[in-house]
Nanobody, 128 residues
Framework: QVQLVESGGGLVQAGGSLRLSCAAS????????????MGWFRQAPGKEREFVAG????????RLADTIRDRFTISRDNAKNTVYLQMNNLKPEDTAVYYC?????????????????WGQGTQVTVSS
């Protein structure tokens, strides 16, 4: 069973930066991770879960939501079974629980239903 564990969330002032990490662990996690597209989603209170960023298996293709395109970057290190979300110039509206997810696909999808395994989430709070 592969598990995803996010870390790096916290409280930051507007304009600040955070780097989220998501590590895969468990049996055959290395193979599973390197053959999966990875995505970051977020969910604010009272709102639906929304796509933030996604990256292909090899890291050569990324997709970013329009709302964060100029501020966030997604990357991955398959040797470490870890995907990252670098968040710069954070805004109060970025406050949410951030989830990473894995999809055993060659494409990078933006819909949550495409992803098979999810982490437990990490809270990001941006104060004004």
């Amino acid at each position: 069973q592969v598990q995803l564990v996010e870390s790096g969330g916290g409280l930051v002032q507007a304009g600040g930066s955070l780097r989220l990490s998501c590590a895969a662990s468990g049996r055959s996690s290395g193979t599973y991770f390197s053959t999966s597209a990875m995505g970051w989603f977020r969910q604010a209170p009272g709102k639906e879960r929304e796509f933030v960023a996604g990256i292909s298996r090899g890291g050569d293709r990324t997709r970013l939501a329009d709302t964060i395109r100029d501020r966030f970057t997604i990357s991955r290190d398959n040797a470490k079974n870890t995907v990252y979300l670098q968040m710069n110039n954070l805004k109060p509206e970025d406050t949410a629980v951030y989830y990473c997810a894995a999809d055993r696909s060659s494409a990078v999808f933006t819909t949550a239903s495409s992803y098979d395994i999810w982490g437990q989430g990490t809270q990001v709070t941006v104060s004004s």
